[in-house]
């Protein structure tokens, strides 16, 4: 018998240096891919395609909802699979693949145009919803797989706690590699296809990149310097043209970023192992249902999960806020202010996940998961303080610092609250299988995307709920795009300082009614205006959404496990006569250590 198709029994009792190379590779592709979706959620779908806020709201949250109630019927698919190569590894052979392609095809629709007929329009807002509802539903087939076989590849508690260590920084290192590199290679990539463009139109010596430094060196509107330079058609020309090439940046750089992410996802399906045979019995959905409710450790940290999910509104605004607020769409500064504020975020949370096994050799696990909740919230709150403070001068290097201090700090407290979520959640298995000798791996773990689906979910819902009722949506939408564009002033210049008097202004006179001072006539309909008070009340409501509502969640997260039923000590008592009751089964256990 080949060793891929060796019984569990005979591959001892944990994985090997290949396997936990091969899981963290797999790791890194998977994030990858859903931080490609995540691009495609917090920046593509409204700022690019301008489909309408509203809209995008509630497509991304009856997905969300949708999908994630799904979680749990594939959780039990999973746990009732039964095939020589494990209950895992099949869906993870197969389904990168097939994950691959939907993410493609998301950025592969339409533009939503608000002059077309209905039937365009709403045909674009069904192909959104069918493509995005679809990729969430194949995403769970390969999402639930690939962090339940991190319980089947060792049967080593201490082993477990490492391997899922090690598999979140290469999470974080792929979610880290898309969120700062995909927005300025995208831009990049749409200077490139705006040179062809002049080409194609007979522009010859037309250079995007020298019209953009020298729009930037001598503070002139780009349009205007692109005309001096031979685009001759006209400024209207000139930024659709823009606008198509960006689209089609996108879809470039998604299509080679997710051909690299499925090919090492697929890297756990081939060369890790599941060591822990599947149990006996087979549940069905409805007694799955029950099992994790009944499980009260497990209950607990799902709810903790559900309550402080809106943390996953920083991913959907921060891109927005370093786009349009920071770099005013230039790829040098994206990078910059990326590396400086996403770098220490995706910083923050790398290393203090390295430590993490330390971490639990001397600390409990209940006391440093409501630690990162209770610390989270400061940075969260601080930023908006920073914003009330002198909303158009963050870029200033004495407030930038303070700034990338503050999202260091809040990665250092994401990477804690995810891992040991993964953790506990490991040890909510082994409950289980002690009380009830049945282990749910696939099910419980289904409970960690249904959490992040259900933040995702309702973020999406509030994030672009509130977009539009202040109406930063499609029109307006596309009128920010093409001030950007235009290159006349960057927002932070053109919208004040003046946080509460601009505020009370901008409702007093409702959003249909703009007052302040006219900063852009768009081109291609003159019946349009946009001022510089509508772009603070857009620019104040990222911030806002960065900070106060992530805030909330980490207070409402503390509740379900303020008195958390597992602990360290807990779990230790209740693993030793785990491993003895195995081992008077005859079965192979972990050495004790």
């Not at 001759?232 to 080679?256: C, M, P, R």
């Not at 400086?340 to 993490?356: D, E, N, P, S």
Request: hydrophobic residues 45%; charged residues 15%.
């Amino acid at each position: 018998m080949s060793k891929s198709n060796a019984p569990a029994s005979a591959l001892g009792t944990t994985y090997t240096p290949k396997e936990r190379n091969a899981y963290m590779v797999g790791l890194f592709g998977q994030n990858m891919i859903y931080n490609i979706i995540n691009v495609f959620t917090s920046y593509y779908l409204a700022d690019v395609l301008m489909v309408p806020a509203s809209a995008v709201s509630t497509i991304l949250l009856i997905a969300q909802v949708w999908d994630a109630f799904n979680d749990p019927i594939m959780g039990t698919i999973v746990d009732r699979t039964r095939s020589k190569h494990g209950k895992c590894r099949p869906y993870l052979m197969i389904m990168p693949v097939v994950i691959g392609v939907m993410t493609i095809l998301c950025f592969s629709l339409p533009t939503y145009d608000a002059d077309a007929s209905d039937w365009d329009r709403n045909g674009v807002l069904l192909l959104a919803a069918v493509f995005y509802i679809f990729w969430g539903m194949t995403y769970t087939s390969g999402d639930i797989p690939i962090w339940s076989i991190s319980s089947l590849m060792t049967k080593k508690s201490a082993d477990r706690q490492k391997l899922q260590s090690a598999g979140r920084l290469a999470a974080y290192i792929g979610t880290a590699a898309v969120m700062l590199g995909f927005q300025p290679a995208a831009f990049a990539v749409k200077a490139m296809l705006i040179n062809k463009s002049a080409t194609d139109a007979g522009y010859t010596g037309f250079n995007y990149n020298e019209v953009a430094a020298e729009a930037t060196k001598n503070a002139e509107r780009l349009v205007d310097v692109a005309i001096r330079h031979g685009w001759s058609a006209g400024s209207e020309d000139f930024i659709q043209t823009s606008l198509a090439d960006e689209k089609k940046a996108f879809l470039y750089l998604a299509i080679a970023l997710t051909v690299i992410a499925t090919i090492t996802f697929q890297a756990v399906g081939i060369f890790c192992r599941e060591r822990i045979a599947p149990s006996a019995q087979k549940n069905g959905v409805i007694d799955n249902f029950k099992m994790m409710f009944r499980n009260k450790p497990y209950r607990q940290i799902l709810l903790s999960g559900i309550l402080g999910g809106t943390r996953n509104i920083t991913m959907l605004v921060a891109m927005g806020i370093v786009t349009f607020y920071f770099a005013s769409k230039d790829p040098t500064l994206v990078i910059l202010y990326l590396v400086l504020l996403g770098g220490g975020l995706f910083g923050g949370m790398g290393i203090v996940t390295a430590f993490i096994p330390k971490l639990l050799q001397k600390h409990s696990k209940k006391k440093l998961y409501n630690l990162s909740n209770m610390l989270e919230f400061f940075p969260n709150v601080f930023m908006f303080l920073l914003f009330i403070f002198k909303p158009d001068g963050l870029a200033d290097w004495y407030l930038l610092i303070p700034m990338a201090v503050m999202f260091t700090l809040k990665g250092i407290c994401l990477g804690l609250f995810n891992t040991l979520q993964t953790v506990m959640i490991g040890d909510a298995v082994d409950y289980e299988d002690y009380t009830n000798r049945i282990r749910p791996d696939a099910v419980f773990y289904s409970g960690q995307t249904f959490i992040v689906k259900i933040g995702t979910g309702l973020s999406s819902a509030i994030y672009y709920g509130l977009r539009a009722i202040v109406g930063y949506s499609d029109d307006n939408a596309k009128l920010v795009q093409e001030y950007v564009d235009s290159g006349d002033k960057t927002i932070r210049e053109t919208m004040g300082s003046k946080f509460f008097e601009t505020i009370k202004s901008f409702f007093e006179h409702g959003k249909d009614a703009p007052t302040g001072n006219i900063v852009h006539h768009a081109s291609w309909n003159n019946s349009l205006i946009l001022t510089d008070d509508q772009l603070f009340v857009f620019m104040a409501l990222l911030f806002f959404c960065v900070s106060i509502i992530p805030a909330i969640g980490n207070i409402l997260s503390l509740i379900p496990t303020w008195r958390y039923a597992l602990d360290t000590d807990e779990y230790d008592a209740m693993h030793a006569k785990l491993q003895a009751r195995r081992a008077a089964e005859g079965e192979e256990v972990e050495e004790a250590e």
